[in-house]
Structure formats: C-alpha cells, structure tokens
C-alpha cells in the first residue's frame, strides 16, 4: 500500500486555493515549530458565509495537502459549519494520512480556527473564547508528535 492515498497526492500536486487575499477578513497562521510546518489562512465573508478562502503553506506535502482539502471543505459554508471543521474530517476527507503527519490536519483545523477569531476580534462579533484555545498553549494541544 502506498504511504499516502491518491487524494493527498492530488491535493499536494494540484493545490487548491492557493494564494493570499489582499482584503481578507481574517487571517490565520499557526505553525509547528517541531516539524516545521507553518500555514496562513486568509478568508473573505459576506452575510456570515464563508465566500472566499486562500491559504499559504509552508511544510510537507501532508501540509499542503491539509490545507488545500481544509479550504475546500469550508469554501461557501456559513462559519458556524467551518468552526466544526476538524482535523480528523480533513484526514478522512483525504482518505488518511500516516499517522506521523496527522498534526498536519492538526494545523489545518486550528489556522482556520485562527482565521475566524481574527475576523471575530476585527469585527467586534462576541465569541466564546473557550472554542479558540490558544495553540502556543501546549498542555491543551497536542500535536501527534510523539514521535
């Protein structure tokens, strides 16, 4: 069997949604310092839907991966359906990921996260601050790295 499914390798080689936006309504980045991986998240919203989504990864190819399928999956979707993102919908929406790089999905999940707080706290929206947890904060975000 090989290491990473044909969708991984589909979304690797042919990225989707790559790039930035230059009027984003928020922006995201999180990164692993373990692995290297860093990922920025930039989404445009209107009427509380989610209308345009672009990402910049630096990292592996489960990295780029993640990204690509995390922004197809939240493109168009109101952002109550994008917070239920999660990486194990990523993974599965990829047909897997070796079990070493599924902090990649990790990362996916909480730069969006990240790209939704920013647009709370630009916007002035009150959230509940326990749906943000803060990812430098490492007791409470394990990244699979157990290596």
Do not use: W
Not at 96 to 115: N, Y
């Amino acid at each position: 069997m090989a290491l990473y499914s044909e969708k991984v390798m589909d979304h690797f080689k042919n990225p989707r949604n790559v790039g930035k936006l230059d009027d984003a309504d928020g922006i995201g980045e999180v990164g692993n310092a373990r692995c290297g991986d860093i990922m920025k998240i930039y989404i445009k919203v209107e009427n509380d839907v989610i209308t345009d989504v672009k990402f910049n990864t630096f990292g592996c190819g489960s990295a780029i991966a993640s990204s690509s399928m995390a922004t197809e999956m939240i493109k168009g979707k109101p952002i109550s359906q994008a917070l239920e993102l999660t990486n194990k919908a990523v993974a599965e929406a990829l047909d897997g990921l070796p079990a070493h790089k599924l902090h990649c999905s990790v990362l996916a999940e909480e730069a969006i996260r990240s790209a939704i707080k920013d647009y709370y706290d630009k916007n002035g929206i009150e959230y509940d601050k326990a749906m943000f947890p803060d990812p430098t904060d490492e007791d409470e975000h394990a990244h699979g790295d157990d290596e």
